[in-house]
């Protein structure tokens, strides 16, 4: 039996629940990019099955897409989302409810990746951005420089609304 996304729709709106990795290696953030959007770079992550936790989700997803075993530091972020969905990306456009959490995943001191991952039928790549040069990119969630360029106390609510 194929796994449920954590994710309902409506007529006109859309709600889903994603588990994140922010990997961070030799001060570069690893960012998914593909040819659908190929101006656009985002954070290793996808969908919260039912009956799983943020936990198992993002640690399945990081090794989906990077043929890596990554191991959870610490929940960084509550990202609570916003937006028009991308008809590029989803057939019907909605407006979206998105809840993400972003895990920091712990350093494995190499940036060498086996990567073979696949989004809607498109070959997504990844990329190595360095932190300092995340400005120069499209690289979503746009807290994520700012993020990185500073200290925390724990974990952090960020709510963005790009309606």
């Known amino acids: 039996m194929q796994a449920k996304d954590c994710s309902f729709t409506t007529d006109t709106y859309w709600f889903r629940y994603r588990a994140t990795a922010i990997i961070v290696e030799n001060d570069y953030l690893l960012c998914a990019h593909n040819s659908n959007l190929p101006n656009t ?4 992550g996808g969908a919260v099955h039912v009956g799983e936790t943020a936990e198992q989700a993002v640690i399945r997803e990081v090794y989906e897409e990077t043929g890596v075993n990554y191991k959870i530091d610490y929940l960084a972020v509550i990202h609570e989302n916003l937006f028009k969905s991308n008809a ?31 989004i809607n039928g498109v070959k997504e790549h990844l990329v190595w951005i360095p932190i300092n040069d995340l400005d120069k990119y499209n690289v979503y969630p746009k807290f994520i420089k700012k993020y990185l360029s500073s200290k925390h106390g724990g974990i952090e609510h960020i709510v963005s609304n790009y309606k």
């Open 41 to 44: 770079y985002y954070s290793v």
């Open 88 to 118: 590029v990306l989803f057939k019907n456009l909605k407006c979206c409810h998105e809840l993400s959490l972003y895990f920091m995943m712990k350093s494995r001191g190499s940036q060498v990746l086996n990567s073979n991952s696949y």
